[in-house]
């Protein structure tokens, strides 16, 4: 099984309650050996789907068919999984007690929304990174302060420097506190601000949910939460433009799905076409029928020979990113930003603020190195 099969293997078993009798199908690759295990928990791992992998295999009484090793190593993570769930939902509720007691009332986001919203069928389906929640742009610092206050830390001391103008940016440097799991963000707008024209925080404050188990919290309608996570997957993160996707953020789609029509949430996407090629190749690693998404285009195929071609050749794939890595920022980042600076003075003091600091030019080669040593 090559490893464009396997990402179709693993989507088919994510979506195993949407079409059950695909079961007979999984099974029989069980049995005939034609999994290679390792490359099947690696995929698993890196994409941060093992739980719901588990919890797939044991509702659809598979994990009697599997490795008895593999059995209980998915048994462990899902059930690590649990606590640390359980310790977030408990982080969570002293955020928003905190919060409150200062009339700031957050909108919780991705993972952290999905969990207070019942998004998941079990409190351990879903591997959470951080918490990321909105607050007013008025909010934004005191919110801030307010947890510093209460004993958070910058989890990277070393983030400021003279270049770094943190009123701007999408969010607050993350914090930790010492005595809970989850990172957190404190984010002033949804997305990376070039976004914002036509996905912001009006627009999710307008629609949002409030949570009956947290008073004076909210969440992004389910509408919101298709969009966000088509903005994080294709655009922030840059799946259509590199070929790649999210098996976690696909499967987190098709539960979106449930309760909201894609195609209805269209009208409200500014690039279309990209998030029809999305949905669509959603679709097809899922192993989903028209009834999840019914549209394709251009578009759709472009990124899906792009995704193909990732998973097939090595080569493709360190040349495509590199090119389009190194276009990217000596094209689009450096001479760009040369460009506005002769016409914006704000431009030219916010460069001139970088090139004195030397933090940038360290920022920059860590940069390199961390891109060019990923494989």
Known sequence: MNKNEMFHYVGNCLALDEKPEVRAAILEKIREGRINWNHFVTLCSNHLVLPAIYLKFRDHNILADLPEELADHLQEIYTLNVTRNK??????????????????????????????????????????????FLVREEDFFPAAQLMLDKGYKYSDPKYFHDYID?????????????????????????????????????????????????????????????????????LSNEGYLFGRMSLR?????????????????LPHIKPKRK?????????????????????????????????????????????????????????????????????SKEKRQYLLRRIKDPKWYGDHIGLYTRFFNRR
């Open 249 to 265: 953020e696909a499967y987190d789609l098709y539960l979106y799905s449930r309760r909201y029509k894609l195609v209805e949430t």
């Open 87 to 132: 310790q977030i939902i408990e982080q969570v509720t002293q955020i928003a007690a905190t919060l409150a007691q200062n009339d700031i009332y957050p909108i919780f986001l991705k993972g952290s929304a999905n969990l207070l919203d019942n998004v998941y069928s079990d409190h351990g389906e879903r591997i959470l990174a951080d918490i990321d």
């Open 275 to 343: 998030a029809i090629a999305y949905f669509a190749l959603c679709r097809s690693m899922l192993g989903l029928d028209e009834t999840f998404f019914p549209l394709k285009n251009f578009a759709s195929r472009v990124l899906a020979l792009k995704f193909a071609l990732n998973q097939k050749s090595t080569v493709f794939y360190h040349t495509n990113r590199s090119v389009i890595f190194i276009i990217q920022r000596v094209i689009g980042g450096y001479f760009g930003q040369l460009i506005q600076a002769t016409y």
């Open 166 to 234: 943190i009123a701007s940016e999408k969010h607050y440097p993350r914090l930790h506190h010492p005595e809970f799991v989850a990172e957190i963000e404190i984010h002033r707008i949804p997305t990376d601000a070039k976004y914002t024209n036509w996905f912001h925080s009006e627009m999710i404050n307008r629609d949002k949910k409030q949570l009956a188990s947290l008073c004076g919290c909210y969440v992004p309608s389910d509408r919101n939460k298709i969009i966000h996570n088509f903005v994080h997957s294709q």
